[in-house]
T-cell receptor, first 110, second 116 residues
Framework: GQNIDQPTEMTATEGAIVQINCTYQ??????LFWYQQHAGEAPTFLSY????GLEEKGRFSSFLSRSKGYSYLLLKELQMKDSASYLC???????????FGQGTTLQVKP | GAVVSQHPSRVICKSGTSVKIECRSL??????MFWYRQFPKQSLMLMAT?????????EQGVEKDKFLINHASLTLSTLTVTSAHPEDSSFYIC????????????FGPGTRLTVT
């Protein structure tokens, strides 16, 4: 089965950098997703990592280490609008379904 | 623009009644769609996989007779919450793979169900 672990809450200051960690245990690995979700809205895609290393996309970067079962999402130059939940998810087997971690609620303060 | 739509976006119903939620893929076909449930301040929990032309596959602990899923066409899946109770009040989200064999999914905007 799958087990995904993320911190429940984080707080950071506007303009700063924050790193949100995700550890996972899966039987088979087909990549790892990060989604952003604002309250009452659907998740929006941020990144998909299949290979080890850091992938940068504007202010957001995502890192993966398959050997360690570890990923992080790095948010730079934080803005107030970045206050949201960040969800780590992995595909389950070959069915296409995603299993989500409990999500990390990030609060950005002025 | 949105590629997966849900209807209704919000619904309030009385305890004991049934509610149908529609999930449509726009401008693409989806042989598979997924239904998730999200309680306040919690993450998305997969309920079931909707398969076009065959029975849905339910996750452990999800009552298939209570949450009826019908994938009538390649662009439409419906979730019917039967005999709804207040504890069924939740945010229901559907998704569809962006293409066959892809793990990346488009998510619908969600349906807020309140059972009184």
């Amino acid at each position: 089965g799958q087990n995904i672990d993320q911190p429940t809450e984080m707080t950071a200051t506007e303009g700063a950098i924050v790193q949100i960690n995700c550890t996972y245990q899966t039987s088979g690995f087909n990549g790892l997703f990060w989604y952003q979700q604002h309250a009452g809205e659907a998740p929006t895609f941020l990144s998909y990592n299949v290979l080890d290393g850091l992938e940068e996309k504007g202010r957001f970067s995502s890192f993966l280490s398959r050997s360690k079962g570890y990923s992080y999402l790095l948010l730079k130059e934080l803005q107030m609008k970045d206050s949201a939940s960040y969800l780590c998810a992995v595909p389950s087997g070959n069915t296409g379904k995603l299993i989500f971690g409990q999500g990390t609620t990030l609060q950005v303060k002025p | 623009g949105a590629v997966v739509s849900q209807h209704p976006s919000r619904v309030i119903c009385k305890s004991g009644t049934s509610v149908k939620i529609e999930c449509r893929s726009l401008d693409f076909q989806a042989t598979t769609m997924f239904w998730y449930r999200q309680f306040p301040k919690q993450s998305l929990m997969l309920m079931a996989t909707s398969n076009e032309g065959s029975k849905a596959t339910y996750e452990q602990g999800v009552e298939k007779d209570k949450f009826l899923i019908n994938h009538a066409s390649l662009t439409l899946s419906t979730l019917t919450v039967t005999s709804a109770h207040p504890e069924d009040s939740s945010f229901y989200i559907c998704s569809a793979p962006i293409r066959d064999s892809s793990y990346e999914q488009y998510f619908g905007p969600g349906t807020r169900l309140t059972v009184t």
